[in-house]
């Protein structure tokens, strides 16, 4: 039987356009530092916090995305942001899988 899917809250930052997520009221780069949410209450209270954060023109587009948790940490369920949690796909040198700890996310 499958886990049952929790999620994230992700945004990109405004400045840069860097994909963004979610932990403890404030925004990390790292997939693998987010906060999970296993109830729709929380998960949506932390999306209603981060409006504060669009209003200050400091991320766009937050929203909530399913993830499955695994014995290495959480996963991404749709490809879309299984791409968007690995950076750049245009070169290999840039972004997020250029950082030395790409194998962590």
């Known amino acids: 039987m499958p886990l049952p ?3 994230i809250l992700t ?6 356009g860097e994909v963004l997520y979610w932990h403890q009221a404030t925004w990390v780069s ?3 530092q987010a906060e999970l949410f ?3 209450g929380a998960a949506n209270a932390a999306l209603a916090s981060a409006q504060a954060f ?5 991320v766009v587009s937050p929203y ?3 993830v499955r948790q ?3 940490g959480a996963r991404p369920i749709k490809e879309r942001e299984i791409i968007r949690s690995l950076g750049p796909s245009v070169r290999p040198d840039t972004g997020k899988q250029a950082g030395p700890d790409f194998n962590d996310v």
């Open 38 to 40: 296993p109830d729709a």
């Open 70 to 72: 695994d014995k290495s």
């Open 11 to 16: 945004a990109n930052r405004l400045k840069t």
């Open 5 to 7: 899917a929790l999620q």
């Open 30 to 32: 790292g997939l693998n």
């Open 54 to 58: 669009v209003t200050a023109n400091q």
């Open 64 to 66: 909530l995305l399913e």
